[in-house]
T-cell receptor, first 118, second 114 residues
Framework: NAGVTQTPKFRVLKTGQSMTLLCAQDMNHEYMYWYRQDPGMGLRLIHYSVGEGTTAKGEVPDGYNVSRLKKQNFLLGLESAAPSQTSVYFC?????????????????FGPGTRLTVL | GENVGLHLPTLSVQEGDNSIINCAYSNSASDYFIWYKQESGKGPQFIIDIRSNMDKRQGQRVTVLLNKTVKHLSLQIAATQPGDSAVYFCAENFYGGATNKLIFGTGTLLAVQP
């Protein structure tokens, strides 16, 4: 059981290039999320998905697109990378059930992808 | 409130001492709270949670206190160890429409001195 995995771990892009970050989870979770983390700041939600074939905007969606073609995968795309998108990107997943008595309702995070845009 | 500066608040403690990390949350409708630990180069890892109908919850070496009146959370770590050195985030959860949403604080760096 690998949990949440992300590829790649590191990437350097030039301004204007495009790329896709892949997130995979093997816990059969319905919900998946993409966050970015910048120095000295908490995680900010970019996009999320409540199930296969669905996506929704989070707090900072501009410049990113996502797709959830399979339940276990959530892709984050950068159409035209900008230096402001230099960040560490984290994917997370969680079960679809709302808070069950006595059960945690945590999000499980991947190890992150460090992206630098020059 | 949240610290949006480039430098994280830092708590420096001696090994063996107790640590208290504080967090102010923003939404009075939030009904579930989580503390995460993030070690350097890794993703956040769940430590402990608490629901809004509780004011205290204990885990192994950790205790979370919730004060809804002033919208304040704290994480207490007993007998702090070098392996506890990390950034600690609180997160508030509310069920907004189709999904539960987490709002993260900016984090506190815990530095444990041997």
């Amino acid at each position: 059981n690998a949990g949440v995995t992300q590829t790649p771990k590191f990437r350097v892009l030039k301004t204007g290039q495009s790329m896709t970050l892949l997130c995979a989870q093997d816990m059969n979770h319905e919900y998946m999320y993409w966050y970015r983390q910048d120095p000295g700041m908490g995680l900010r939600l970019i996009h999320y998905s409540v199930g296969e074939g669905t996506t929704a905007k989070g707090e900072v969606p501009d410049g990113y697109n996502v797709s959830r073609l399979k339940k276990q995968n959530f892709l984050l795309g950068l159409e035209s990378a900008a230096p402001s998108q230099t960040s560490v990107y984290f994917c997370a997943s969680s079960p679809n059930t709302y808070i069950l008595a006595g059960e945690p309702n945590e999000q499980f995070f991947g190890p992150g992808t460090r992206l630098t845009v020059l | 409130g949240e610290n949006v500066g480039l430098h994280l608040p830092t708590l420096s403690v001696q090994e063996g001492d107790n640590s208290i990390i504080n967090c102010a949350y923003s939404n009075s409708a939030s009904d579930y709270f989580i503390w995460y630990k993030q070690e350097s180069g890794k993703g956040p890892q769940f430590i402990i949670d608490i629901r809004s109908n509780m004011d205290k919850r204990q885990g192994q070496r950790v205790t979370v206190l919730l004060n809804k009146t002033v919208k304040h959370l704290s994480l207490q770590i007993a007998a702090t160890q070098p392996g506890d050195s990390a950034v600690y985030f609180c997160a508030e959860n509310f069920y907004g429409g189709a999904t539960n949403k987490l709002i993260f604080g900016t984090g506190t760096l815990l530095a444990v001195q041997p």
